[in-house]
């Protein structure tokens, strides 16, 4: 076999080749759901993703023989260098992602090459795989490879697990999703907590308002940056990057799958739940033209039948433990269930993704019967000199 040789990419053509590698090298893998050639681009131009406002990234491609082989991002997220040490990155914390690799020597040869610009950079460790941000498909795939993702989540090539770990890296955090059956009734004591919280007055759990959109977005970003603030890897999501997300989201938002929790007239949680999007961009393979956005768009109209992902919950900070928290978590859960039922025909929900030691959401997971249906890695390693 050839040399490799890995390269920066330094132009929009390759950029495009970037894009384009991953849907050769997972093409033969039946639960591998290609995404949105637009998005998927739209993820690794600086001019588009707003995460390259705070961030220094570089994309390389690997070759052998003059043939795109394999490509890797490193990146230096300065906002995750602000957060604390014990919270998972912090100053001289590093990352890659976004690696597609043909073979084991490829994987390497790329993986070494991101570090060495990461050290050239000043890191001294590193965190991986983070494609891009924290915020968009954190981890490697290490359980679950036997049926396709949710929306928004990541699947990979199970041979990257032994390639990675090869090399030296370690478990730093486990992300878990779970799996539920939406159709079947949470178990009779969850129930009584969710009539009793029905009969206080104090309570609300409204839908949101899409005709007030940005207004409910700054609404759940704020509640979510207080909630999420002390977890392990919270790197806070920036307006931009909100404004982005919104956009690209606001065609998946229908008000009765997601709901504002109000105690005492002030909002204090939120759930968000999408339909599986992956579904139909899954049926047309990735490509809009010259029919996938008919059938995207008239599935958007109305999904159904349409299984459901809850990326994000949060409780405000002050409440967290306490069992109002639990309450508010476990009917906001119940309405959206029901709706999921009733109106899109829901049988699957998923939830994630959750930390391995977020003992409150594992928690409330377990308590509906919800069992682990796919984990992912983040992996650390120190970068010697």
Same mark, same amino acid.
């Not at 390759?14 to 849907?23: C, G, I, P, T």
């Not at 404004?243 to 968000?272: N, Q, S, W």
């Given at each position: 076999?050839?040399?490799?040789?890995?390269?920066?990419?330094?132009?929009?053509?390759?950029?495009?080749?970037?894009?384009?590698?991953?849907?050769?090298?997972?093409?033969?893998?039946?639960?591998?759901?290609?995404?949105?050639?637009?998005?998927?681009?739209?993820?690794?131009?600086?001019?588009?993703?707003?995460?390259?406002?705070?961030?220094?990234?570089?994309?390389?491609?690997?070759?052998?023989?003059?043939?795109?082989?394999?490509?890797?991002?490193?990146?230096?997220?300065?906002?995750?260098?602000?957060?604390?040490?014990?919270?998972?990155?912090?100053?001289?914390?590093?990352?890659?992602?976004?690696?597609?690799?043909?073979?084991?020597?490829?994987?390497?040869? !790329?993986?070494?090459?991101?570090?060495?610009?990461?050290?050239?950079?000043?890191?001294?460790?590193?965190?991986?795989?983070?494609?891009?941000?924290?915020?968009?498909?954190?981890?490697?795939?290490?359980?679950?490879?036997?049926?396709?993702?949710?929306?928004?989540?990541?699947?990979?090539?199970?041979?990257?697990?032994?390639?990675?770990?090869?090399?030296?890296?370690?478990?730093?955090?486990?992300?878990?999703?779970?799996?539920?059956?939406?159709?079947?009734?949470?178990?009779?004591?969850?129930?009584?907590?969710?009539?009793?919280?029905?009969?206080?007055?104090?309570?609300?759990?409204?839908?949101?308002?899409?005709?007030?959109?940005?207004?409910?977005?700054?609404?759940?970003?704020?509640?979510?940056?207080?909630?999420?603030?002390?977890?392990?890897?919270?790197?806070?999501?920036?307006?931009?990057?909100?404004?982005?997300?919104?956009?690209? !989201?606001?065609?998946?938002?229908?008000?009765?799958?997601?709901?504002?929790?109000?105690?005492?007239?002030?909002?204090?949680?939120?759930?968000?739940?999408?339909?599986?999007?992956?579904?139909?961009?899954?049926?047309?393979?990735?490509?809009?033209?010259?029919?996938?956005?008919?059938?995207?768009?008239?599935? !958007?109209?109305?999904?159904?039948?349409?299984?459901?992902?809850?990326?994000?919950?949060?409780?405000?900070?002050?409440?967290?433990?306490?069992?109002?928290?639990?309450?508010?978590?476990?009917?906001?859960?119940?309405?959206?269930?029901?709706?999921?039922?009733?109106?899109?025909?829901?049988?699957?929900?998923?939830?994630?993704?959750?930390?391995?030691?977020?003992?409150?959401?594992?928690?409330?997971?377990?308590?509906?019967?919800?069992?682990?249906?796919?984990?992912?890695?983040?992996?650390?390693?120190?970068?010697?000199?």
């Amino acid at each position: 076999m050839g040399e490799i040789t890995v390269a920066p990419v330094g132009n929009r053509a390759e950029r495009k080749q970037f894009v384009d590698l991953a849907y050769r090298l997972n093409a033969g893998d039946p639960n591998w759901v290609p995404p949105l050639r637009a998005e998927a681009a739209e993820m690794v131009d600086p001019a588009k993703n707003p995460f390259f406002q705070h961030a220094d990234v570089q994309l390389f491609l690997a070759r052998r023989d003059g043939r795109i082989v394999g490509r890797i991002s490193a990146h230096i997220d300065r906002l995750a260098l602000s957060m604390p040490v014990e919270q998972g990155f912090g100053p001289g914390c590093g990352q890659w992602g976004l690696m597609e690799a043909e073979d084991e020597a490829v994987c390497h040869a !790329l993986i070494a090459r991101a570090e060495q610009w990461l050290r050239d950079k000043g890191m001294d460790r590193v965190l991986a795989p983070i494609s891009l941000s924290i915020w968009e498909e954190p981890g490697l795939l290490t359980m679950g490879h036997d049926h396709p993702p949710m929306v928004m989540m990541g699947h990979h090539n199970p041979h990257y697990q032994g390639w990675i770990e090869a090399l030296g890296y370690e478990a730093a955090k486990m992300l878990r999703t779970f799996d539920l059956d939406v159709r079947v009734e949470y178990p009779r004591l969850i129930q009584r907590v969710i009539a009793s919280g029905e009969k206080n007055e104090k309570i609300r759990i409204r839908k949101v308002d899409k005709s007030r959109f940005d207004e409910e977005a700054a609404l759940i970003l704020d509640i979510l940056n207080d909630a999420w603030s002390d977890n392990w890897g919270f790197v806070p999501i920036t307006d931009a990057e909100v404004a982005h997300t919104g956009k690209k !989201l606001k065609p998946l938002v229908f008000e009765d799958l997601i709901r504002v929790a109000e105690y005492e007239g002030e909002p204090v949680a939120f759930m968000m739940t999408l339909p599986n999007l992956n579904r139909p961009i899954k049926e047309v393979g990735g490509r809009l033209f010259p029919f996938g956005w008919f059938k995207l768009l008239r599935w !958007l109209r109305r999904p159904y039948p349409a299984d459901m992902r809850v990326p994000l919950m949060g409780v405000r900070k002050r409440l967290q433990g306490s069992r109002l928290a639990s309450q508010l978590a476990f009917m906001m859960i119940e309405y959206i269930r029901r709706a999921a039922v009733e109106d899109y025909a829901a049988i699957r929900g998923e939830i994630g993704w959750i930390l391995d030691d977020n003992q409150g959401m594992n928690a409330i997971a377990e308590a509906i019967d919800a069992k682990v249906n796919r984990e992912y890695t983040i992996y650390g390693k120190a970068l010697s000199r």
